[in-house]
């Protein structure tokens, strides 16, 4: 079965500041890829999705990620961090299928950004 | 596009009562909604799959007779809390997939927060 780590529970940046957060899966080929953000009390916005194609993914709000098959990896970035990025980010992956396939998520990082 | 309502967003119950959430898609069909648990600081736990006209698929450990789920439309699926206990106190959210569209795309509802005392 898939999995998926998000190896940092909790970030803090200044606003201004570059954001890399980490994701990596565990799988035998190359699942869906995608990043959620979820702000507290919301639900889940995907801001970018992977399916296959160019490893440089463009999502919403600014928000870029790249694949990396080598290392298994998903990194979410942005360049320049808004206090309005303060969110839970979640990674997920989900089994490549001609039917609705089941999405694991990672266990997410808390982004606090200062000013 | 692409709009999931959940109704209720909050809801608190005694102990012992059944809570309804209902999850609507409210642009589109989806022929399969997943409805997942997601306890504070936590990440999303997948509970079930449905399917639009079938029986639910629950995940291992979810009691299918304690969250009952009714698919009964393609644009709303139902989980129904049965004699709930405040240890069922989470946050439900439900994602619908598209019948036409993208492969693999789930857009989610707001969630509902469900307290029993």
């Known amino acids: 079965a898939q999995s998926v780590t998000q190896p940092d529970i909790h970030i803090t940046v200044s606003e201004g500041a570059s954001l890399e957060l980490r994701c ?64 839970e980010y979640f990674c997920a992956v989900a089994i490549p299928s001609g039917t609705a396939s089941k999405l694991t998520f990672g266990t997410g990082t808390r982004l606090q950004v200062t000013l | 596009g ?46 079930a799959t449905s399917n639009e006209g079938s029986k639910a698929t629950y995940e291992q450990g979810v009691e299918k007779d304690k969250f009952l789920i009714n698919h009964a439309s393609l644009t709303l699926s139902t989980l129904t809390v049965t004699s709930a206990h405040p240890e069922d106190s989470s946050f439900y959210i439900c ?6 569209g993208g492969r693999n795309e789930q857009f989610f509802g707001p969630g509902t927060r469900l307290t029993v005392l």
């Open chain 1, 24 to 87: 990596n899966y565990s799988y035998g080929a190359t699942p869906y890829l995608f990043w959620y953000v979820q702000s507290p009390g919301q639900g889940l916005q995907l801001l970018l999705k992977y399916f296959s194609g160019d490893t440089l993914v463009q999502g919403i709000k600014g928000f870029e990620a790249e694949f990396k098959r080598s290392q298994s990896s998903f990194n979410l970035r942005k360049p320049s961090v808004h206090w309005s990025d303060a969110a």
């Open chain 2, 2 to 47: 692409a709009v999931v309502s959940q109704h209720p967003s909050w809801v608190i119950c005694k102990s012992g009562t059944s809570v309804k959430i209902e999850c609507r898609s409210l642009d589109f069909q989806a022929t399969t909604m997943f409805w997942y648990r997601q306890f504070p600081k936590q990440s999303l736990m997948l509970m």
């Open chain 2, 95 to 100: 994602s619908a997939r598209p019948r036409e």
